[in-house]
């Protein structure tokens, strides 16, 4: 237990037992009856889910700035948020599943579009409730310009890896979000920690940024810069590791990546927004 609190962020808790068996009750639950109904994933299905995992991070910023009712904040904690959303995006999903819905469209109706419509009108509200109750003169420009250098350069490390690694292109939308998520969390903690004074909660990724910082590097272009690169890399990585996986079981295969990609995009948009409504 002592090893797994050094490896979880900062601020990582467990809810009170009583929420705690009533989250875990229900993400069986919901785990066992799409088990049981066997939905159809596809490669539309993994990146619907993406506005759910902005969501999940919209939450747990809500938590920390204290914009959630005390009844509810044991259900907003980290990590326990993430399993919150994922019992409800699951409920979606299983519901669409069981009405027969096509998996293979975004167009309405749809699995897909229905996952992803109602992860983005949800997650659209929880970044509006932070933004509400943020720090007088909220801190736009930064977060902004840390979204486009993310864009730009997830774009060429995608570009790239796809004309390098050919078979990475069976990975499609998911790959690119992978690359894309990871590219966001490497940039967002760049930004937090040169530009806006922020630090970093996770153990590993402070142990790289206190490692770039001992380089004479540091004064010029500051300690995220090696960080972005790790996380460019390891995107990269999984991404053609996973591709011969994706190919031969294509449902496991984007379920897996779709996970990878959850890793890098959560945490990047968490930053983001964290550094929008508590930059001063």
């Known amino acids: 237990m002592q090893v797994l609190a050094q490896l979880l962020p900062a601020g ?13 009750v ?17 490669d539309r299905v993994v990146v619907a889910f993406a506005p759910w995992m902005v969501l999940g991070s919209s939450c747990y910023v809500l938590y920390q700035v204290r914009g959630v009712p005390p009844v509810l904040r044991p259900f907003f904690g980290s990590p326990t948020v993430y399993l919150s959303v994922a019992t409800v995006a699951g409920a979606v999903w299983a519901a669409t599943a069981v009405a027969g819905l096509p998996a293979d469209r975004w167009h309405l109706p749809s699995i897909p579009g229905i996952v992803g419509l109602s992860g983005t009108i949800l997650a659209l509200v929880a970044v509006g409730w932070a933004l509400a109750g943020g720090a007088p003169g ?13 864009t730009i350069l997830a774009v060429a490390v995608w570009s790239g890896l796809r004309r390098a690694v050919p078979k990475t292109r069976v990975t499609g939308a998911v790959g690119a979000l992978a690359v894309f998520g990871h590219t966001l969390d490497g940039v967002s903690t760049a930004v937090g920690l040169d530009v806006l004074g922020f630090g970093e909660r996770s153990p590993v990724s402070r142990a790289i940024i206190e490692f770039a910082a001992e380089l ?6 500051g300690a995220g810069w090696l960080f972005v690169l790790v996380k460019l890399a390891l995107a990269a990585l ?43």
């Open 12 to 24: 990582s808790a467990l809810p009170p037992i009583g929420y705690l068996l009533v989250l875990v």
């Open 26 to 42: 229900a993400f069986v639950a919901v785990a066992v009856s799409l088990r049981r109904i066997g939905p159809h994933v596809t």
């Open 138 to 150: 909220l801190t736009v420009a930064w977060p902004a310009l840390g979204i486009v250098i993310a």
């Open 216 to 221: 004479p590097t540091a004064e010029v272009i």
């Open 238 to 280: 999984v991404v053609v590791f996973l591709s011969e996986y994706v190919r031969e079981e294509p449902a496991e295969g984007y379920l897996l990546l779709g996970a990878v990609a959850a890793v890098g995009l959560g945490p990047g948009a968490h930053n983001l927004l964290l550094f929008t409504v508590l930059t001063p």
